[in-house]
Structures are given as structure tokens and as C-alpha cells.
């Protein structure tokens, strides 16, 4: 017979216990990611068994900041190498417009208002 004695905690006291505010856990147990938890149906309680908040604190354990997760592989992406043409090689119709700017002259009017002109 088992004698162990199954500790459950609620959610803010599992978010003292871990020391992960209680909207983290919330997050959590939303998204995936977080300890386990057990929710009876119909019910508004959420229960955390103390073991599964002990193992999962345990699973983040790291020796650097740069180790890899446990759960989630360190995966590197390939680098893409794009050869972008050069203007020479672009077909004449594709090579990109050059606009010059817009020359801007301002005239008086005989009624003595100013006029815009743009000439290029």
C-alpha cells in the first residue's frame, strides 16, 4: 500500500511555492508549457500536485543562458544566400527609375498672391 501523501496546492499558492505569478500560470495552463494541473469537470479550481511544480522547475534548470531548452531542440536555420543582379544585368526595362527632383519656383501674382511652379 502506498503511504505517500499527495500535497495539492491552489493556484496562488502554487505561484508563491514556484515563485511564477499566478497570471504566468494562468498563461500557462491556457497556452501549454506549464506544470501540470488537475481541473475536475464543471469545476472553477484549479489543484497543482507539488511533484509536477517540483519537475517542472526542475526541466528548466540550465548551466548557461545559451544552453538549449531540454524539451525544445536547438534547431539553426539554414542561411539563404540570394544573388541580387547587378544594374548591367538587369534588362533594360527593369532597372530601377532614377527621378530627379522637382525644381520648385514661387512668383508673385499681379494680384499680389504667390504662385507655385515645378519645372523639371
Partial sequence: MDLTVKTYLTAPQAAEYSGVPQATLATLRSRG???????????????????????????????????????????????????????AELPQTTRPMVRRPQRIEYRPDDDGSTTRQISS
Avoid at 42 to 69: C, F, N, Q
Avoid at 75 to 86: A, D, G, T, Y
Wanted: glycine residues 10%.
Fill in 33 to 87: 508549457g506549464g506544470p501540470r494541473f488537475i481541473k475536475r469537470p464543471g469545476g472553477k479550481r484549479i489543484l497543482y500536485r507539488k511533484v509536477d511544480l517540483d519537475a517542472w522547475l526542475e526541466a528548466g534548470l540550465r548551466g548557461s543562458t545559451s544552453a538549449p531548452h531540454p524539451t525544445k531542440p536547438m534547431v539553426r536555420q539554414p542561411q539563404k544566400i540570394e544573388h541580387r543582379p547587378s544594374d
